[in-house]
């Protein structure tokens, strides 16, 4: 069976699922699933990149090159 048909017999599968505690230990699997792929693209920096940086966002920070928390709330109102 290929991959498209695997997804859709549990497509189906799910949506005549009525059991709310399998439903949540599903969602929970997934979470985990989207949480171990994001974490696998992490890639850990030197200690000097790091500091690289912080120096830079605070010079962001001191030349005002930055976005208040009020404007993106605004503009996400937008999207």
Same mark, same amino acid.
């Given at each position: !069976? ?8 549990? %497509?189906e599968w ?6 709310? =505690? ?8 997934k979470k ?12 850990? !920096? ?5 500091? =690289? ?7 962001d920070y ?5 976005? =208040?928390?009020?404007? %993106? ?7």
């Open positions: !069976m290929d991959i498209s048909a695997k997804k859709l017999e549990l %497509i799910l949506t005549r699922v009525q059991d709310k =505690s399998l439903l949540r230990d599903v969602e929970v699997l985990r699933a989207i949480a171990e792929s994001y974490e696998s693209n992490l890639k850990p !920096m030197t200690a000097q990149q790091y500091k =690289s940086l912080l120096d830079q966002a605070e010079d001191k030349n005002r090159r930055i976005t =208040s928390q009020e404007d %993106i709330e605004k503009e996400s109102k937008n999207w």
